[in-house]
């Protein structure tokens, strides 16, 4: 069983930022408008900011995951995955697309996707092979939606799986506490972000000799 | 021909266009520049353009497959494909990545791909999902490499495959021959651009558009 600081270490580590775009977190976004409470995605953010922050300063790989819908992938069974389905989220070129609060630099990859696991038919699994990652830590919203089948689906694919609670949200508290809990049983490990980021301080110490 | 035309039927069979891109087919692209013969894709073109034509005049719908390679997915392995000798094909953002003599309509879905498979961790089988495909009418360069491995994938993906030697073409003869015989004994049906014209025009009731 690996210590957190050999699952986060950042040479072979990368961060999986999930969905954190505007129609998923802002009120005035798609989820907030359809009635979704987006506060705990909203108070998530600047955590995540800082992460994000402490993540560049160690070298940690950052890779986005953007949803963008549009004809090509709207099957008839993914339209009819909520009771409305006229309801859109995430078309392509809208304002509800773009990142909520976080900004990609201009060397982190930034995967499209189009189901709720970033793997399914996108080139995730191609990119963290190239950055020879072994371990994924994943974040953002909703934990219990686009967040838990992402871990789930890269734990199947035999990637050390860690989340990171404080840095994700989901509309329901039950909902999210339910994917740290399994999760914490049969896919991985979870972790705080001030954990983690202890844990790159010390390793960081430990290399510089301090 | 009746077994073709019921695998081709408009509402069930999608044309896959393999990267029928300038740095595969020009002879001034980077395949052709490093040595390539690319004298048989280009001449390939002009039968795929009127299968292409007679395609959409049936309603059948047409998939475009687009390498494009960057930083992000030139992993160790992938980098030294091909003998070492592929490291400036299809860049991103070159002339080299665009499409070749034929082109998307806009509603034609374009995938991007960046390894030899179309389907390899692309959105290729959710577009097809979403269109309902049955048969993959497969096209394109090099019929050995991109539209073999495109079309092993496929089959084995649960799509019947067609493959149309005349609208493929490859950097040999006989790699070329080699291909349409796996694809006739292991992976499905080759046909000639001609007998899918010919079926179309014998079973479907009046064209579209």
Redesign the interface.
């Known amino acids: 069983m690996l210590s957190l600081s050999e699952l986060v270490v950042p040479s072979k580590s990368a961060i999986i930022v999930v969905d954190v775009q505007n129609d998923f977190c802002e009120p005035d976004g798609a989820a907030g408008k359809g009635g979704k409470d987006t506060a705990a995605a909203m108070a998530m953010i600047p955590r995540l900011q800082r992460f994000l922050d402490a993540a560049r300063a160690h070298g940690t790989n950052i890779i986005f995951v953007q949803t963008i819908h549009e004809p090509a992938t709207d099957s008839d069974v993914w339209v009819g995955r909520r009771a409305n389905p006229e309801a859109r989220n995430c078309l392509k070129g809208t304002w509800g697309a773009e990142f909520t609060g976080v900004t990609p630099q201009a060397h982190e990859p930034v995967v499209i996707k189009h189901r709720y696991s970033a793997f399914v038919n996108t080139r995730l699994d191609s990119v963290l092979r190239t950055l020879k990652v072994e371990n994924l830590i994943v974040l953002g919203v909703a934990t219990n939606v686009c967040v838990e089948s992402t871990s789930r689906h890269g734990y199947m694919l035999d990637y050390n799986v860690v989340l990171v609670p404080d840095c994700c949200a989901a509309y329901d508290q039950a909902a999210h506490d339910m994917t740290v809990l399994v999760h914490k049983k049969y896919f991985g490990t979870v972790a705080s972000s001030e954990a983690v980021i202890a844990s790159w301080a010390a390793t960081h110490a430990v290399a510089s000799g301090v | 021909m009746a077994d073709l035309a019921r695998l081709i039927d408009p509402s069930k069979a999608v044309i896959i266009v393999v990267d029928v891109q300038n740095d595969f087919c020009r002879p001034d692209g980077a395949l052709g520049k490093a040595g390539a013969p690319t004298a048989d894709a280009m001449a390939m073109i002009p039968t795929l353009a009127r299968l292409l034509d007679a395609a959409r005049a049936t309603g059948t719908k047409i998939v475009w497959l687009q390498t494009i390679h960057e930083?992000?997915?030139?992993?160790d392995p992938?980098r030294g494909r091909s003998l070492n000798k592929s490291a400036d094909i299809c860049r991103k953002g070159t002339w080299g990545i665009e499409f070749t003599d034929v082109a998307p309509r806009d509603d034609e879905?374009v995938v991007i791909k960046?390894?030899y498979s179309g389907f390899?961790?692309?959105?290729?089988?959710?577009?097809l999902?979403?269109l309902k495909a049955e048969t993959l009418i497969m096209t394109g360069v090099s019929t050995n490499v991109c539209v073999e491995s495109t079309a092993r994938h496929g089959f084995m993906l649960d799509y019947h495959v067609v493959f149309v030697d005349d609208c493929c073409a490859a950097y040999s003869r006989e790699e070329h021959e080699g291909a349409l015989y796996n694809m006739r004994t292991h992976f499905g049906t080759v046909a000639s651009a001609d007998a899918l014209i010919d079926a179309w025009r014998a079973t479907v009731p009046a064209p579209v558009g």
């Open positions: 930083d992000a997915t030139d992993s992938w879905p960046h390894r390899v961790n692309t959105r290729l089988d959710s577009v999902r979403t």
